[in-house]
């Protein structure tokens, strides 16, 4: 059971947006940590997709963007394309375990 | 460039200790702020965080495997080693070495590849 919590599926038709949630509590998005998500492609390890809450790491296209308001956080894929085909992680700190937390995942499947 | 990349066992018997090695290169972990972290993926399930160590020697573990867990450091060789005691088939996972840089928030931008490591008698 995560301390994040993320939809477990998510799909849609190259070209379409889509939107993943990340909901969390007051003690770790509600307490002002900021959120980071992360792309992991089949069989490979995750990448740094957008980190403080709305930062791309260079060579990360402006297709994916991220949000934060009060104890969620959102990370949204317009324009979606096949190679975005993967698993999709948001990641916090929890002041109150004292760790670094990840969400369960969310698959992105393109139709 | 920062590479970093795991080595170790890929098979380990229940109760045995686990030593993993990250050897990393592109970044001094003599540098405030940063750190190298170790997080772990069981086969189909998410990631969970284990341990890190900052450039001060600062340690952080995880409080549900806190007292199974050793982090330690070799500045001159850049590397961080992870030791798991009391190894059980649920520690079968791929265990991933991360770059936490220099910043005020807390985050990953640099994974090695991942090794898996299978507990089985």
């Known amino acids: 059971q995560s301390v994040l919590t993320q939809p477990p599926s998510m799909s849609g038709a190259p070209g379409q947006r889509v939107t993943i949630s990340c909901t969390g509590s007051s003690s770790n998005i509600g307490a002002g940590y900021d959120v980071h998500w992360y792309q992991q492609l089949p069989g490979t390890a995750p990448k740094l997709l957008i980190y403080v809450n709305n930062n791309r790491p260079s060579g990360v296209p402006d297709r994916f963007s991220g949000s934060k308001s009060g104890t969620s956080a959102s990370l949204a894929i317009t324009g979606l394309q096949a190679e975005d085909e993967a698993d999709y992680y948001c990641?916090?700190?929890?002041?109150?375990?004292?760790?670094?937390?990840f969400g369960g995942g969310t698959k992105v499947t393109v139709l | 460039q920062i590479t970093l990349k795991e080595s170790g066992p890929t098979l380990v018997k229940p109760t045995q200790t686990l030593t993993l090695t990250c050897t990393f290169s592109?970044?001094?972990?003599?540098?405030?702020?940063?750190?190298v972290g170790w997080i772990r993926q069981p086969p189909g399930k998410a990631l969970e965080w284990l341990a890190l160590?900052?450039?001060?020697?600062?340690?952080r573990y995880s409080p549900s495997l806190k007292s199974r867990l050793t982090i330690t450091k070799d500045t001159s060789k850049n590397q961080v080693d992870l030791t798991l005691t009391n190894m059980d088939p649920v520690d079968t996972a791929t265990y991933f070495c991360?770059?936490?840089?220099?910043?005020?928030?807390?985050?990953?931008?640099?994974w090695g590849q991942g090794t898996l490591v299978t507990v089985s008698s």
């Open positions: 160590s900052y450039w001060d020697d600062d340690k």
């Open positions: 592109g970044f001094s972990l003599n540098s405030p702020g940063v750190g």
């Open positions: 990641q916090s700190y929890d002041r109150s375990l004292s760790t670094w937390v």
């Open positions: 991360t770059h936490r840089p220099q910043s005020t928030s807390y985050y990953f931008d640099f």
